[in-house]
DNA sequence: TTGTACGCGTTATCAA
DNA sequence: TTGATAACGCGTACAA
């Protein structure tokens, strides 16, 4: 490293002391306007850069958050990142980032190491997080840092949920399937993570309520492999031929779930129609576009990081938020 | 915040010195062995949690590197913040990652914030950052920090540039359609990133090379939106409706030019063949599914990074590599 | 308005 | 093998 230069050196170089040095960089009121000029001249000519390791000891506040997330590739909460990284930025704090894979004890291993680092508040992205093992990390590891887990719920003191209806979600996609006249429709998702379960449940909901008579198909598939999502919906159409609708738990199976459709020769809408969820970008641009249900990332991402740093400044703030789905109707339906 | 506590509060309880404890924590050789299982004991009891600030102010390193990347949502660097994250961390490594948008001002701001957080290392993600501000920013901020650049160029002694020969993966691509008789090619990028550029030239080159007498065609969409992506298809079939393929210069454009082509009614390949770039994994569950170039995200990613860590380790390395691509062909040519 | 002196939690040097 | 003690760079009462 080059001698990185601390205030005392520029202080030497301004015939301060290094107090001075410090109220100029922090904006101090009461400091005579020439000495702070002439601090400031010094600065920029040593090229002089604060150290964020002593300041963060000194003052007991790293001005940090941490961002944890089971696998950036994959989920559609890569977006989510972005907009709480960048809301957090706009209020000063800087970002950890940690892909912790699926595993709990992986994930309370990283609970930990944000502890250790004195992040400020946590955001966890995604259901994947709900666990105990995640819960009882955060207990003793940093019972007094607000957490706040997206599309997730977590019991504990500092720990604030904001989820997405992804149940009521689910269920009015139902809803507009059997009043286009959809009578055998299949629910198919990807591993059963709590989030998942929640659409199931509204998947169950809404055959019970508007489908008379209406069996329930459910398909889980274990495996993310994209071979095994169209291999899950050529099988599903193979077994059940009476199938005239799918819903998929997220953009991603439902396209590869209309690449195999669209190999199959199976017209869609006509013969089968397709709901996705997540509102991803691909799903306007798939062929046929596809219906989804937007479970409103966004808005879940600001509200839980502003959530965060309204627990930072004192407020009271609920424990469990959650905001309706939309439903946005393409041609796949 | 919970008091936490110190060394010195474990070092009281264990009847040692806070010495001692930070040997045992440090794993040092020379400490007595019932010593050591005493401190540890008490740690464990104690919930105690080392202080990373303080830790990095002795030690002068923090263990932390920064990952800097234009937009998280829209750009298929991401999948490579996650390959860069996952190496880092095997390493030992934390890393801060931050949005910095694609204005070169607000770059180099963050270039400075990452020198004031004193990580060891950054990765640049994307040719976004191939331009004189950062570098400049690097020179001054962090001369001595190395600093890996994917897919880009930069000049200066302490930054590694990794990229892909995207140039000749388009050349080839032009070769392929050429040898199976497509005689009106046209290029269609979105904004010209110098990573975009490289892909341009391949297509001139290609041009040049393997199809006599064909006129090039290139198009750039300065716009973001996905609509203007189609526009522009719509537009170039309709300009110049002899166009029997058009390459794209990434996958995301290429998708949505797939759809527009659908909705106009055009089939492809048979009228039109379409090569997309990135190889991303929509490509294989389009319809028809994408031909794509293959830049090598994973390998540069990697590089990158190891590449930073050889430099760490006082290892002499080379300031630019590139490595080759492949072109996987799938339905749509 | 400025400077002195101490503390933040660790590591590292030196003696013991 | 252990324990004082001095850094690390900065913020901040307190005194001046």
Redesign the pocket.
Known sequence: MAQ?S???DIAEKAG?????V??V??NY????KE??AKVLRVIAESNYI??DS??S????STKMAGILIADVRTTHHTEGVYYVEHEFSKNGYSCLIYNTGTDSEQQAKYIQILSQKKVEAVVLMGSVFQNVTVQNAIMICMPDTPVAICNGYLDGPNIYGVTSDERGGVMNAVKLLADKGRRNIAFLTNKLTPSNQNKVDGFNDGLKLYVKGGKEEVVEIQSGEVSDYEEATRRLIQTRPETDAIIFSEDYVAIAGLHALYEMGISVPDQVAVVGMNNSRYAQISNPALTSIDNMLYDTSLIAVRNLLEVLKGERVNHRMSIGTNIVERSST
């Open positions: 990185d601390t205030i005392y301060v002391s290094a107090s001075t410090s109220r960089i922090n009121p009461y400091v005579n000495t702070r604060q150290n002593a300041r000891l000194a003052t007991q």
